[in-house]
């Protein structure tokens, strides 16, 4: 279900050129060596690259961050958080 909200996600962003096919977001993920955030995970995050947009949205949707360990290895991370669009 992540990756259809993730290829629907992409799908509307305009000028965005990925193939949305799942073997296609397969490989996309694997080249961005994507881990999913799980609670009490242990992270090694010396410096953060990239965090994505908050969605604007009243939901908890999927977000990412790009960072580089202590040995400068780059990792992708997924993980999930509330949208920033939540007028009560």
């Given at each position: 279900m992540k990756k259809a909200i993730l290829i629907a996600t992409l799908a509307c962003l305009p000028g965005l050129a990925l193939a949305?096919?799942?073997?296609?977001?397969?490989?996309f993920e694997k080249d961005m060596n994507l881990k999913q955030y799980t609670y009490g995970m242990k992270l090694d995050i010396k410096r953060v690259?990239?965090?994505?947009?908050r969605p604007h949205s009243c939901r908890?949707?999927?977000?990412?961050?790009?960072?580089?360990?202590?040995?400068?290895?780059?990792?992708?991370?997924?993980?999930?958080?509330?949208g920033s669009n939540c007028n009560g």
């Amino acid at each position: 279900m992540k990756k259809a909200i993730l290829i629907a996600t992409l799908a509307c962003l305009p000028g965005l050129a990925l193939a949305t096919t799942p073997s296609a977001q397969d490989e996309f993920e694997k080249d961005m060596n994507l881990k999913q955030y799980t609670y009490g995970m242990k992270l090694d995050i010396k410096r953060v690259v990239y965090i994505s947009d908050r969605p604007h949205s009243c939901r908890v949707e999927p977000m990412t961050m790009v960072y580089e360990d202590s040995k400068n290895e780059q990792h992708t991370l997924e993980y999930l958080a509330m949208g920033s669009n939540c007028n009560g």
